[in-house]
């Protein structure tokens, strides 16, 4: 009965109207008709659902039960139907957020792919991880691109690809950095809220040194105001201006030598890129489809 939901759109109707001929009027269907489907419908649950009355329609208590579940099924078909007309007409927008490193260096490679395998627009917002889950949460956003898991009930944390943090700057630096070496560079770090500057603080602390021990000139909360600042920089001075960011901000400018990286020795600064969203849209095909698609590339 359920794959032919006219039938209880008549229930609904004459229960409105408490007529069968009011609902007939409304449904420009005979009522006969309208007889027939009530009819089939009590048939099919073996019980009676409506008694006619002098006054008008009166439910059973089975017919109520079964007027509650199908204004249910109503509200959520006619809510599909609006989504699906969204698609049809080209007004759905799936928005995904994302971390500075991935949002700016990462994802637009593969923006454009996306959009064609939902077949509608993509949207991108940028901030910080935990900016971006709390859009999560008030569903302004369809999935977070995050460097870290920040855990909150009703999101399903999906871990993607590794990251590595390295030392860079305009100048040629020594391929691998003892904790001595650390001390000889100007610095630009992260905020203190950024996962990258925790990270990095951690990795300092098993090579016995502090941060705050370094000779910072500047504290900057996006990575393309470091590494624009860092690129622009004199390269002649004794002490080269550093910082240290993912590998993938800085690929194509290490490959054509506007930038050179290092790392340190006997440490390596790792990470996870995690894949969020809410666990209500677990089966949700539009989300299904780019989270798939994404944990599909073992490496970025």
Not at 184 to 200: A, K, N, Y
Request: aromatic content about 10%; some cysteine.
């Amino acid at each position: 009965m359920l794959k032919d939901f006219a039938k209880l759109q008549t229930f609904i109707m004459v229960i409105k109207e408490k007529s069968f001929s009011k609902a007939s009027a409304k449904l420009g269907i005979s009522q006969p008709a309208v007889t027939q489907q009530i009819k089939f419908i009590e048939e099919y649950l073996d019980t009676k659902i409506v008694d006619r009355k002098k006054n008008g329609i009166v439910l059973t208590k089975e017919g109520e039960d079964l007027f509650r579940i199908a204004l249910r099924l109503e509200k959520a078909i006619h809510n599909s139907e609006k989504e699906l007309l969204k698609i049809i007409n080209k007004e759905f927008t799936f928005v995904m957020g994302s971390s500075f490193s991935i949002g700016n260096y990462v994802l637009p490679n593969y923006l454009s792919e996306i959009k064609q395998r939902i077949g509608n627009e993509v949207f991108m917002n940028v901030g910080v991880s935990l900016e971006m889950i709390e859009q999560l949460k008030d569903k302004k956003i369809d999935v977070a691109l995050i460097e870290s898991p920040i855990f909150h009930e009703g999101i399903i944390y999906r871990e993607w690809v590794e990251d590595e943090l390295v030392v860079f700057s305009n100048q040629p630096l020594k391929k691998n950095l003892a904790a001595d070496d650390l001390f000889g560079f100007d610095w630009i770090c992260r905020d203190e809220e950024s996962h990258t500057r925790r990270l990095t603080a951690e990795v300092f602390e098993e090579m016995g040194v502090q941060c705050s021990a370094f000779n910072v000139i500047g504290v900057l909360s996006s990575p393309t105001a470091i590494k624009e600042s860092i690129t622009h920089a004199d390269r002649n001075t004794a002490r080269p201006l550093v910082s240290i960011m993912s590998k993938h901000a800085l690929k194509s400018e290490i490959e054509n030598g506007t930038l050179y990286e290092s790392r340190l020795k006997n440490h390596k600064i790792t990470r996870n890129f995690f894949i969020a969203y809410l666990k209500e849209r677990k089966h949700d095909a539009f989300v299904d489809n780019v989270v798939n698609f994404l944990l599909s590339f073992n490496k970025v």
